[in-house]
């Protein structure tokens, strides 16, 4: 019995596609269970510092769009 390559070819990207490692975000390594989504701690400093320093854009929703100023009883 020989085998045939092609089904061991498949048999091959099956098991690639089903676990898809992940890079880290910060450098692009491949990613550590112990730190996911980063690849080690010191990425996930670097992150956590992104956050707090301001670096990442978050969109701030101001409130007062929706009520104060211009009511329909300004006039
Ligand atoms: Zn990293």
């Given amino acids: 019995m020989a085998?045939?390559?092609?089904?061991?070819?498949?048999?091959?990207?099956?098991?690639?596609k089903g676990r898809g490692k992940r890079s880290c975000p910060i450098c692009g390594k491949p990613t550590d269970d112990a730190y996911r989504p980063f690849c080690s701690k010191r990425c996930a400093d670097i992150d956590l510092g992104k956050w707090l320093g301001g670096t990442y854009a978050i969109p701030v929703v101001e409130e007062d769009g929706s009520a104060g100023s211009g009511g329909p009883d300004d006039d």
């Fill in 3 to 16: 085998q045939d390559p092609k089904s061991a070819a498949r048999t091959g990207q099956t098991v690639a």
